[in-house]
């Protein structure tokens, strides 16, 4: 099993910049065979992805997202990170961290998610 907790949202002004992050963790976990991501859902609508780090160090970015927000990792750490810039009140969702294995097609744990409240 593994644990999955986003922490780092909040309110912020359209044109802010937030960095939410991630911890992975579990006995059978080891941080470089997963690939991890970032997804988001506002109020009424479908959940989204935004970004996602993958083992191979590769990163790969919804269209909507790229050039304003930024996906890493610190292996040490076995957190992943999502540093937002230029927020839009259109970026405002609950953003879930979700992590899995390169043996899985699928992503097979996820956190509780943050809240992030961009006001205009």
């Known amino acids: 099993q593994v644990q999955v907790e986003e922490s780092g949202g909040g309110l912020v002004q359209a044109g802010g910049s937030l960095r939410l992050s991630c911890a992975a963790s579990?006995?059978?976990?080891?941080?470089?065979?997963?690939?991890m991501a970032w997804f988001r859902q506002a109020p009424g609508k479908e959940r989204e992805f935004v970004a996602a780090?993958?083992?191979?160090?590769?990163?790969y970015y919804a269209d909507s997202m790229k050039g304003r927000f930024t996906i890493s990792r610190d292996n040490a750490k076995n957190t992943v990170y999502l540093q937002m810039n230029s927020l839009k009140p259109e970026d405002t969702a609950v953003y879930y961290c979700?992590?899995?294995?390169?043996?899985?097609?699928?992503?097979?744990?996820w956190g509780q998610g943050t809240q992030v409240t961009v006001s205009s």
């Open positions: 979700a992590t899995g294995s390169r043996w899985s097609g699928n992503y097979d744990y």
């Open positions: 579990g006995r059978t976990f080891t941080f470089s065979n997963y690939r």
């Open positions: 780090y993958y083992w191979s160090d590769s990163t």
